[in-house]
């Protein structure tokens, strides 16, 4: 029996790759399919079953192009309805993998057909559960991305308690707890930093699996739920009723483009996405650009911040072109128009104007403030729980493009985040709505932190 987990930090999203006897299952595999073909290829096995734990709304899986390149079978928990061929297991159905087992074990909460697939080793032991968004390190997916009608999220929320009393909680300790997500996705609230555990460990530790009621556990999970962001509806349909080859997609839109073609495209509504470092972006980029780096969690910000439906238009360093498109198909984002060919260098070759964001150091920015000063905060609700500067603005970077407009474009703004990384995307989207003072706080509050400065525990709401 071998296991391998696929982690993709960017995503915070694992695939899971498992194989006994010469026969493979990839269990929510990312749209590209080479990792998991090459990986079978290396180790002489076939694949033979494509497990999904539900229908992603984070990314687009690479569950149909896979099963059309290997002849796998897609599998889902009951209830899911596709619109592909699939097969639709019934709860408890096994799976032979060699001289492996998989069960299925029906655990709606995140969503109706989500499912956990519970793996037994050749003895017929139970040795892992691999449990999609049903079961995070830490935390349990969040039940408000199937709500209906009929259906409420303290509805999913009280089927996710039964989930996981009934297929969770009596499975032994030593069982290996192998979720889809780890730290900084937005599939959970406040998912921990490892990419797996135990049962026993979870039991411990994780709050959500903690003897409680029904009631008590509803309101546990719902409390600090943030907006999900709207690409999310975007992929779950994705996912369920099909999408256009990842290669075609890839080849359609890294389309080099011209100084005076990507002049065209912006003259036709086309949004920019500068896809460089916030270090490269400030010395200079497109007037309109909205930065969202290449070297963080650049496809979840792209999904957060812009429509997916928008046509887009990026730049990137050379050599980055083609990841830049992978990774906004991954999330969904096919609409791209091209990219600056020749990157920026090429706009400013042509005599083409570019825009820069002033950027200070930490000791520059706590030596000029003072009570007056605009400050505004664009980290996460939890971060700024843990301290931020007195007076300060409260901005999460995930509702920035709407709260931004109640701001005053005549005043002057100082910008941080934790890092510099998502305070740079703020500052670009300000002057893109046409703020003029801005001035953003190289290396964020953890440099901050290294004056002394003293921090305040803000009441938020």
Known sequence: MYIEQLYTNCLAEAAYYIESNGEAAIIDPLRETSPYIELANKRNAKIKYVFETHFHADFVSGHIDLARETGATIVYGPTAETGFDSLIAKDEQIFSIGNIQLKVLHTPGHTLESSCYLLMDENGKNHAVFTGDTLFVGDVGRPDLAVKSDLTREDLAGLLYESLNAKIKPLADEVIVYPAHGAGSACGKNIGKETFSTIGVQKKMNYALQPMSKQEFIAAVIDGLSEPPKY???DAMLNKTGYENIDEVISKNTLPLSV????????????????????????????????????????????????????????????????AVLRLARVGYENVHGYLQGGIEAWKNAGKKTETIESITATDFVNKINAESNIVDVRK???????????????????????????????????????GYRSMMAASIMKQKGFKNITNVRGGMGKIKETGIKLVVPQLA
Not at 264 to 272: D, P
Not at 385 to 414: P, R, T, W
């Open 260 to 323: 005076e073609e990507f002049e065209k495209e912006i003259q036709n509504g086309a949004t920019i996405l500068d896809a460089r470092d916030p270090d490269a972006f400030e010395k200079g980029y497109v007037a309109g650009a909205i930065n969202i780096g290449l070297n963080g969690q650049y496809a979840p910000w792209v999904g957060a911040l812009l429509d997916a439906h928008t046509p887009l238009l990026f730049i990137a360093d050379e050599g980055k072109e083609a990841e």
């Open 381 to 419: 609700k939890g971060e700024v729980e843990g301290g931020m500067i007195e007076n300060a603005q409260h901005i999460c970077l995930s509702k920035f493009q709407d709260e931004v407009n109640a701001l005053d474009k005549n005043k002057h703004y100082y910008l941080h985040c934790a890092g």
């Open 232 to 234: 999310f509806f975007v």
